[in-house]
T-cell receptor, first 112, second 115 residues
Framework: DQQVKQNSPSLSVQEGRISILNCDYT??????FLWYKKYPAEGPTFLIS?????DKNEDGRFTVFLNKSAKHLSLHIVPSQPGDSAVYFCAATTDSWGKFQFGAGTQVVVTP | NAGVMQNPRHLVRRRGQEARLRCSPM?????VYWYRQLPEEGLKFMVYLQKENIIDESGMPKERFSAEFPKEGPSILRIQQVVRGDSAAYFCASSPPTRQGNGYTFGSGTRLTVV
């Protein structure tokens, strides 16, 4: 039962443009959402998070938007840079703060 | 200031052998999580442990897999009688006792190949 879905396996964007990654979830009990970035042969690294009491969180070039009614999460990267080329996972957890449910990931390629 | 340390980075086992994966959490972190990533898939939760306690093992296969986090030493994920389908990247993560905004810290993973 895939509770967190990233329907776009890949995204190609030009350097300097905006990258928009999408994530949908089915469990209305999720109250905390995160985005992780992963390079090949490395572990995921935390990027940005958002609590369910907010609808937007911004950190530098990264902004996460949460639409609870639509059960939809998105990550905006502006402007995109070549170093942003990686796999991006969204993740969600309930208030119990134990396991995360991860999406399958979106491979982002930023081209010059 | 070491992060989460996993070893070995790569492990090759023949079918039927045992695989032992080790994870040393970050200093000050008392919670350890194990995740598995199969090829072309996302990370799947396996088990959540605190020192000497298994808190949630709902993602662990019922047979051949076990995990521990002893009072002293690293957390161990053990896979007995490995099969080809166990080939995957196994990631360990740790977190401090209180919930913080940056989620877990992951290790670099152990890539298990069963031949």
């Amino acid at each position: 039962d895939q509770q967190v879905k990233q329907n776009s396996p890949s995204l190609s964007v030009q350097e300097g443009r905006i990258s928009i990654l999408n994530c949908d979830y089915t469990n209305s009990m999720f109250d905390y959402f995160l985005w992780y970035k992963k390079y090949p042969a490395e572990g995921p690294t935390f990027l940005i998070s958002i609590s369910s009491i907010k609808d937007k969180n911004e950190d530098g070039r990264f902004t996460v938007f949460l639409n609870k009614s639509a059960k939809h999460l998105s990550l905006h990267i502006v402007p995109s840079q070549p170093g942003d080329s990686a796999v991006y996972f969204c993740a969600a957890t309930t208030d119990s703060w134990g396991k995360f449910q991860f999406g399958a990931g979106t491979q982002v390629v930023v081209t010059p | 200031n070491a992060g989460v340390m996993q070893n070995p980075r790569h492990l090759v086992r023949r079918r039927g052998q045992e695989a032992r994966l080790r994870c040393s959490p970050m200093k000050g972190h008392s919670h350890v999580y194990w995740y598995r990533q199969l090829p072309e898939e996302g990370l799947k939760f396996m088990v959540y442990l605190q020192k000497e306690n298994i808190i949630d093992e709902s993602g662990m296969p019922k047979e051949r897999f076990s995990a521990e986090f002893p009072k002293e030493g690293p957390s161990i994920l053990r896979i007995q009688q490995v099969v080809r389908g166990d080939s995957a990247a196994y990631f360990c993560a740790s977190s401090p006792p209180t919930r913080q905004g940056n989620g877990y810290t992951f290790g670099s993973g152990t890539r298990l190949t069963v031949v």
